[in-house]
């Protein structure tokens, strides 16, 4: 596993972090090792964005008081906070925060892309990654479905007096969202939000928390 530390956080690094890159970035595709590089940039785009994702829930934490952890593992990231004992507002600050880092890491993008216009295949290709991961998966992270930060805000929105109605949602909107993902062929993102669905439907004393 890999560690270190960024901004006074620790990190860690699950290797099956680095085997899921692989396989999204078309390892079960590759023909040769000419296909290597591509997907080493499809790597270090999913690395640097969870990164910065993960980032924007431990700097919102600290502002609260508590010095978090960063763990990234096969199904993306977590932020830790140990000890913390937010309050429901504090709580959707810090879940709202990741999902605001991605949005800004992609408006970068975008103005990197439209400034400097590269040409080279590489730059490109890793600039595609970069739009897609922090755009696209950032509206998936937003979706109404623990343990997304969109699950954990519309949780900390109703209170613990509404986390059936909470559950819910996420079980009818990750049912809703795989079925679309298995039509256009995401198998990936499919079968993610059928298991997320049925964390979801066990109910809220399996209430997890990213």
């Not at 620790?10 to 899921?20: G, H, I, M, N």
């Not at 396989?23 to 040769?32: A, D, N, Y």
């Not at 959707?92 to 993008?109: D, E, H, N």
């Not at 590269?118 to 992270?141: C, E, K, V």
Request: proline share 5%; net charge positive.
């Amino acid at each position: 596993m890999l560690r270190f530390r960024l901004f006074g956080f620790p990190v860690s690094v699950d290797w099956f972090f680095w085997l899921t890159c692989f396989l999204l970035g078309g390892g079960l595709r590759m023909q040769s090792t000419r296909d290597l590089p591509d997907i080493l940039l499809w790597t270090i785009a999913v690395f640097f964005s969870i990164v910065i994702h993960e980032l924007g829930h431990a700097f919102v934490g600290k502002k609260n008081g508590v010095l978090p952890a960063i763990h990234l593992h096969g199904l993306g990231g977590v932020t830790v906070f140990p000890g913390a004992a937010f309050s429901r507002r504090q709580n959707i600050a810090v879940s709202a925060a990741g999902p605001a880092a991605s949005l800004a890491l992609g408006l970068l993008t975008l103005v990197i892309a439209s400034v400097f216009q590269p040409q080279s295949s590489g730059a490109i290709a890793l600039l595609r990654y970069l739009l897609w991961i922090n755009f696209f998966w950032t509206l998936i992270n937003l979706l109404p479905i623990l343990p997304l930060d969109g699950g954990q805000i519309i949780r900390d929105i109703l209170g613990p007096a509404r986390q059936e109605i909470t559950h819910w949602v996420g079980v009818i909107c990750a049912a809703a969202v795989a079925l679309w993902a298995f039509e256009q062929g995401l198998i990936f993102l499919g079968l993610m939000l059928a298991y997320l669905g049925f964390m979801n439907y066990q109910g809220p004393h399996r209430d997890p928390r990213a």
